[in-house]
């Protein structure tokens, strides 16, 4: 009988990168290794004088802080080729968040009524927009709200705001009255300095010009570039709207968020065991949802795509990164 060449060489693999074992546990036995040693150094202090240990106690804090900001960066390249880019939905209640995110995919993937506080959960959807891996978070809108359930959205969705993400700002002629204004000024000071675009949704409404100039009018240093108006209920059918949409959020948001130079820094970063490590858990979670026998079709690969693509940017940058380090020595 052929042995089960799969589980084999998954068996390798697992011991050459050691991922059985949580590094977490060796590095707090570390911590408390070198905080005892640190501690009789202290206590015993006049009757020791050995410099030798404490030469040898600032290597194995380096050692392992070097270990902990490998581990790190891998975690974060990890999930940047996982989510790809990160976009966040966000806005007062019934701006039309959730019409949005569903005019974006042509489907109803967020619940939408005339209620405010729908949406009380971070709800996030994947697309393959022009190339881009993209995940497109569908957040709570932000309110005083005595609802439980809803205020913890709110919290998520004011934790996404301090993260360094993407935002879709969603307001509406309704929303923009004086009543509201003064906590949509605070909500663009907090994404002011990030990647942000602004819809302005309703289109449709009788009085939305006129909100929206005024608005437009409220804040000078926001260029109108940045603006994008549309009514999800008007242009939900819309081919060419929805094309003109993506194309937006591509050039303002993504485009401007694709840095060569520094993305050629952080894929360097590591070595072909933080690199290995990273297609693993990657292999993990792109086949998490597949059982066995499946087939996989032109939705998986769409969907997946844009990963492969990012992996071999990477292979190539990191190959003439080692090949470099190889002739210029």
Same mark, same amino acid.
């Given at each position: 009988?052929?042995?089960?060449?799969?589980?084999?060489?998954?068996?390798?693999?697992?011991?050459?990168?050691?991922?059985?074992?949580?590094?977490?546990?060796?590095?707090?036995?570390?911590?408390?290794?070198?905080?005892?040693?640190?501690?009789? +150094?202290?206590?015993?202090?006049?009757?020791?004088?050995?410099?030798?240990?404490?030469?040898?106690?600032?290597?194995?804090?380096?050692?392992?802080?070097?270990?902990?900001?490998?581990?790190?960066?891998?975690?974060?390249?990890?999930?940047?080729?996982?989510?790809?880019?990160?976009?966040?939905?966000?806005?007062?209640?019934?701006?039309?968040?959730?019409?949005?995110?569903?005019?974006?995919?042509?489907?109803?993937?967020?619940?939408?009524?005339?209620?405010?506080?729908?949406?009380?959960?971070?709800? +996030?959807?994947?697309?393959?927009?022009?190339?881009?891996?993209?995940? &497109?978070?569908?957040?709570?809108?932000?309110?005083?709200?005595? @609802?439980?359930?809803?205020?913890?959205?709110?919290?998520?969705?004011?934790?996404?705001?301090?993260?360094?993400?993407? &935002?879709?700002?969603?307001?509406?002629?309704?929303?923009?009255?004086?009543?509201?204004?003064?906590?949509?000024?605070?909500?663009?000071?907090?994404?002011?300095?990030?990647?942000?675009?602004?819809?302005?949704?309703?289109?449709?409404?009788?009085?939305?010009?006129?909100?929206?100039?005024?608005?437009?009018?409220?804040?000078?240093?926001?260029?109108?570039?940045?603006?994008? +108006?549309?009514?999800?209920?008007?242009?939900?059918?819309?081919?060419?709207?929805?094309?003109?949409?993506?194309?937006?959020?591509?050039?303002?948001?993504?485009?401007?968020?694709?840095?060569?130079?520094?993305?050629?820094?952080?894929?360097?970063?590591?070595?072909?065991?933080?690199?290995?490590?990273?297609?693993?858990?990657?292999?993990?979670?792109?086949?998490?949802?597949?059982?066995?026998?499946? @087939?996989?079709?032109?939705?998986?690969?769409?969907?997946?795509?844009?990963?492969?693509?990012? @992996?071999?940017?990477?292979?190539?940058?990191?190959?003439?990164?080692?090949?470099? +380090?190889?002739?210029?020595?």
């Amino acid at each position: 009988m052929l042995p089960n060449l799969k589980t084999s060489f998954s068996l390798q693999i697992d011991k050459l990168l050691d991922l059985k074992k949580n590094p977490t546990l060796k590095w707090k036995k570390k911590i408390l290794e070198i905080k005892a040693v640190i501690n009789a +150094e202290i206590e015993f202090s006049d009757d020791l004088d050995d410099k030798t240990t404490i030469s040898n106690l600032k290597k194995e804090i380096k050692k392992l802080r070097t270990e902990i900001l490998k581990m790190i960066s891998l975690s974060k390249s990890i999930d940047k080729i996982k989510y790809g880019h990160k976009v966040i939905f966000l806005g007062p209640v019934n701006t039309g968040k959730s019409s949005l995110l569903n005019f974006l995919f042509q489907e109803n993937k967020s619940i939408t009524s005339r209620y405010k506080g729908t949406t009380t959960d971070q709800i +996030e959807y994947s697309l393959n927009l022009l190339g881009e891996k993209v995940t &497109f978070v569908d957040s709570a809108g932000i309110r005083d709200s005595k @609802r439980f359930v809803e205020q913890e959205g709110v919290k998520k969705t004011i934790s996404n705001i301090n993260s360094d993400n993407n &935002f879709i700002l969603t307001l509406s002629p309704e929303i923009l009255s004086d009543n509201n204004l003064n906590s949509i000024d605070n909500l663009i000071s907090r994404i002011f300095k990030k990647r942000f675009i602004i819809v302005l949704n309703k289109t449709d409404l009788s009085n939305s010009k006129l909100r929206f100039d005024n608005f437009k009018k409220r804040y000078p240093r926001i260029p109108n570039s940045k603006y994008f +108006e549309i009514s999800c209920k008007k242009h939900y059918s819309n081919a060419e709207k929805l094309k003109s949409f993506k194309d937006f959020i591509y050039q303002k948001l993504l485009k401007t968020n694709i840095n060569i130079n520094d993305s050629n820094k952080n894929f360097i970063i590591g070595d072909a065991e933080v690199w290995a490590n990273e297609s693993q858990a990657l292999v993990k979670d792109i086949y998490s949802t597949v059982k066995s026998g499946d @087939r996989l079709g032109y939705e998986y690969i769409y969907l997946n795509f844009p990963i492969v693509k990012q @992996r071999l940017y990477q292979g190539g940058i990191r190959l003439g990164h080692l090949l470099n +380090e190889i002739f210029d020595n």
